[in-house]
């Protein structure tokens, strides 16, 4: 009823048509959630006593009857969960463009699988992105049928909600009356708000089919610790704490049993000590080892604790001295001694150690949470034990980050890492002896470095506002241009062709704008160890293609990878910049309107000579190619090339050298 009323209303804003019964309706339901059933049976009881026709008759605008109900038209909102509304005969058309029949001879299969496969394709930005990595050990889950029918019924409401939009917007292109206009404007904002809420259920509910409950892991913990218990001579008294039942993801569920599995075998080899050694420091002989699981609305939180003897700094130092990871009269501070402990394989066991492994438990852990967009925190007090905490998101398909700003390009922070934001008006800040910038945070100072200059687009100017991240070698923070607040987006991974940059792990549209995703242990790692290029020894690329998103993705992976960009979306502007600009080399797409990119290369080749030319496609052919080796590229590439960083090293390649003109560096 609720939903009848709203397509009248859509149909003609003039007159009542059951709104004010309907709004009625909604106001129980908030009210009072457990009345739907109520409400539904007295609905049921008016469907029935309704006549269904064959044929929608023609309807005058004066009329204020009632619309008859039409076998197989399902109005916007309604859900039926039963499995008989798929197998409901064809429907004949309705002459009211806002009630969609469902007709199956209408459904060209092959045209909604090649719609299907030009909207993945041009979300991927023709193959610069893909997909989220899957670590799934198993390749089947079970599902409950119902689960199915429901995700089935939503992807059709959410259908029919879109397509009964499109023809409201039509209408509204038709309408000349101002009054009139805005009504239907306020309708559609109400219709265009329902569809995205609906989008949200079926969202939650296909996540719902991979969920799986932690116990399925958990349950067989305190078995694998009885075994470590018992080969390495110590009692352990193991608790697992909080809800067993939080539900992630099947592929997250893997990496995160994974994750626990190693921080059990670290806490009982490296951190509990024998009967014998407890005793001698007053401890009770058998040690305490507890999980402790808490789920944080979309993420979980992880905590192994143990009470053994705490980390041993001196041995982890003398261990990394050994491998030659520091210098032997070096002085290395907690921080600095953790953050190998998470990178390098060191281990302070001694050589017989089977259990012991080779050093690389943290590092491996540390990695499973860079993969899952997650953060890891260690905590140890000598003689009293260590505590580790891994934060991860329950489900990989959407992420929360909190998006920043450079001078030229937007950057998502995984919001789980943010300690603090504030303005860089706010933040007092020291100068250290050898240069370096650090900032007061807590009870003592942190390094503090510029975005913008550890991803190549900085402009000291613009750096207003800082946020302070979490890393595993302690909090970092960072100057940017501006913050835009958190938000939630669907990552991709960069194909491996732009694939350059260690802390760039990703991308996704924000707003209809690209935003390059950051991995914060590998930008400490990067701040702490590697020295920023000098600006002016940075060579420039053009960018020439016509999607502002290859643009943005292209520009935001060459600058992390230690490039100056410029960008143009055609032929014409591309000659413009070349104008302009001193530009060393240039990626050119191969399909664009107008002059397509052999034309524009064969006009540079004419007026610039030699300069580095790498074409990109993600269509073309081999004769394609053949003609754009003719017009004297150096390289080309398929976006959907999946070698590592391939582009930015050929371009590297390409500078540092002379490459002949018309040569596929391939």
Known sequence: MVCRALQRFLADPAGDHGIGEAVAILGKLADDPLSADEILGTLDEQVNKSPVVAEI?????????????????????VLDTSPQF???????RSDDPLLIPINPEDIDLDHVEDAIAQDDHSRSLGGLLEAPELWINSETTGVATARLYEIINRAAELRLDTESLIT????????????????????????????????????????????VPMSSVLSSLPALVRFLAKRTGKDVRFEI???????????????VADVIRQLLVNAIVHGLKTPDQRAAEDKDPTGTLTLNVVQDEDHVRLTVTDDGSGM????????????????????????ELQTLLFNESISTASEGDELGGSGDGLSTVSGYIQDLHGSIELRSVPGVGTEIEVIVPR???????????????????PELTILERTSIADAITYRTPDGRKEVLFRDGTIPLVSL????????????RDMVVVQTHGGPLALSVAGTLGVMEVAPKRLGGLLRSAPF???????????????????LMEVAGGVEVDDPKNRKTILIVDDSIGVRQVLAAALTAGGFDVVSAGSSIGALEQLANNAVDAMVVDYAMPGQDGVELVTKVRETYGAMPVVMISGVANEEDRERAEASGIDAFFEKSDFREGALASMLISLLNEESPMGKTAL
């Open 57 to 77: 008759p023609e309807q005058s605008e004066e009329s204020g009857d009632e619309l008859p109900i039409v076998d197989n038209v399902v109005p916007i909102g």
């Open 86 to 92: 798929y197998n409901v005969p064809a429907n004949p």
């Open 168 to 211: 409201a917007i039509e209408r509204l292109a038709e309408v000349d009356d101002v009054q009139r206009m805005r009504s239907m404007v306020g309708a559609l904002r109400h219709g265009v708000k329902a569809l995205a809420l609906g989008a949200q259920a079926m969202q939650q509910q296909t996540i719902s089919v991979v969920a």
């Open 241 to 255: 704490l909080g809800d067993e039942e939080t539900e992630l993801d099947r592929g997250t569920l893997d990496r």
């Open 312 to 335: 041993d700094w001196p041995g982890i130092r003398r261990a990394a001295v050994a491998k030659g990871l520091i210098e032997p009269n070096a002085s290395p501070s907690t921080a």
């Open 395 to 413: 489900f990989q398909s959407l992420q929360s980050i909190v998006l920043v700003l450079t001078a030229n390009a937007r950057w998502g922070i």
């Open 452 to 463: 913008g200059k550890l991803v190549g687009d900085d402009d000291a100017e613009t750096a």
């Open 504 to 522: 760039v792990t990703g991308a996704a549209m924000v707003n209809g704008e690209i935003a390059m995703l950051i991995d914060t242990d590998s």
